[in-house]
């Protein structure tokens, strides 16, 4: 062929690209029809249906995995509601074990305060009984010690007195 082209070319005529042709136009329609026809027939009864399937399978397993997903994300929700209502209890029950135990503590603090006030009360009052005796007592002496006293300085300036005197005196002069 090629040998033809360079003698075509070389007489001076211009030779025709060889698919263009017109002599070749019927057996490139015919091979053009058979090969479409078989690529057709490949692709529509074998690939396209296998690739459909592919398609339409990986289409289900989607959304069977979107379901699942929405059906776990549910149960989690349940869940987080379930655990938060659990929390609410405990909470609620640490609470009232809470107020239980500081009501009893409270108890037991009012108690031994109450003891210790009733202990420190009695103390207190037997105190005052002692320092009401030593008072008394006190002042019993001070009468005593005041008439002897009397009885001193008026002997030193030379005057008698009895006792029973010195004391009379001493009680007028204190009820003063």
Same mark, same amino acid.
């Given at each position: 062929m090629m040998f033809m082209t360079v003698a075509a070319e070389a007489a001076g005529g211009s030779a025709a690209f060889p698919p263009f042709e017109t002599w070749h136009f019927?057996?490139?329609?015919f091979w053009l029809t058979l090969l479409f026809g078989v690529l057709y027939i490949a692709l529509s009864r074998f690939i396209l249906p296998k690739l459909g399937g592919v398609i339409e399978k990986r289409g289900d397993t989607?959304?069977?995995a979107l379901d699942e997903a929405a059906r776990l994300n549910e149960e989690a929700k349940e869940a987080k509601k379930a655990q938060e209502l659990h929390l609410a209890e405990a909470r609620a029950k640490a609470r009232e074990t809470s107020d239980k135990a500081r009501a009893k503590v409270d108890a037991e603090i009012a108690a031994d305060t109450q003891?210790?006030?009733?202990?420190?009360?009695?103390? @207190? =009052?037997?105190? /005052?009984?002692?320092?009401?005796?030593?008072?008394?007592?006190? @002042? =019993?002496?001070? /009468?005593t010690i005041a008439a002897d006293t009397t009885q001193a300085i008026l002997s030193r300036f030379g005057v008698s007195v009895s006792e029973a005197d010195a004391k009379a005196a001493v009680a007028r002069a204190t009820k003063n």
């Open positions: 019927p057996s490139q329609l989607i959304a069977d003891k210790v006030d009733a202990d420190l009360a009695e103390r @207190l =009052a037997d105190a /005052e009984q002692r320092i009401q005796k030593v008072r008394s007592d006190a @002042l =019993a002496n001070v /009468e």
